[in-house]
């Protein structure tokens, strides 16, 4: 069971979130407005925060500025609809966990960051109450410099991987526009046909 806050302008993906999220045995809160989303990040009692990325008054990368301003570390899964690349770095860069697009599977792809989330959390927390003595190098990341030693923690940010998983996102998502069509595809992220079958090959679609 995980604490989640789902913040979008439509009040009507946040019924359906809600009810799918609940019948999973989640606590949900939701907020459809900029003022109640940062009063309820401002509580800091939620475990995670979906929220959507272009909202009218305020957007979903600076709900997740105000989250780290306020000092909550709840982990960010962002939303869209209309994906940019570099709305998406820029998410990447300020440590969003996931960065997902809207389609018609959100529900199920929700549902899936959320349970993969809970695992790393859980097992986050057991790092933490183990003696420092006890972790080994490769989960706390000791780089030494000269006579100093540098913790990088584990929930340190995979750009490459990230990077990778949206580019992914964005070639499913314009084949699902496109009727799975791959001319038509690449005309619609602005690429040529040879490099979205590179980048499609790659990626195994």
Request: glycine residues 4%; negative net charge; charged residues 25%.
């Amino acid at each position: 069971m995980a604490r989640l806050l789902i913040i979008d302008d439509e009040e009507s993906l946040c019924r359906v979130l809600k009810i799918a999220f609940r019948k999973k045995g989640h606590l949900v809160e939701a907020a459809s407005s900029s003022e109640a989303a940062r009063k309820k990040i401002e509580s800091r009692v939620f475990d995670l925060i979906i929220s959507d990325i272009r909202m009218p008054d305020l957007t979903g990368i600076e709900l997740l500025e105000y989250a780290h301003k306020v000092h909550n570390p709840a982990p960010f899964i962002l939303m869209t609809a209309v994906p940019t690349m570099s709305t998406a770095i820029q998410a990447v860069n300020l440590g969003v966990y996931r960065y997902i697009i809207k389609t018609d599977t959100l529900v199920e792809d929700l549902s899936l960051t959320v349970e993969q989330a809970q695992k790393e959390l859980a097992l986050r927390e057991q790092n933490l109450r183990l003696p420092l003595a006890q972790i080994p190098e490769s989960v706390t990341g000791i780089a030494a410099t000269g006579t100093e030693a540098i913790h990088i923690p584990p929930e340190g940010i995979d750009f490459e991987s990230q990077i990778s998983q949206m580019e992914k996102q964005y070639l499913q998502a314009a084949l699902q526009s496109a009727g799975g069509e791959r001319r038509q595809a690449a005309d619609l992220l602005k690429m040529s046909y040879r490099s979205f079958c590179h980048y499609a090959n790659k990626h195994g679609i």
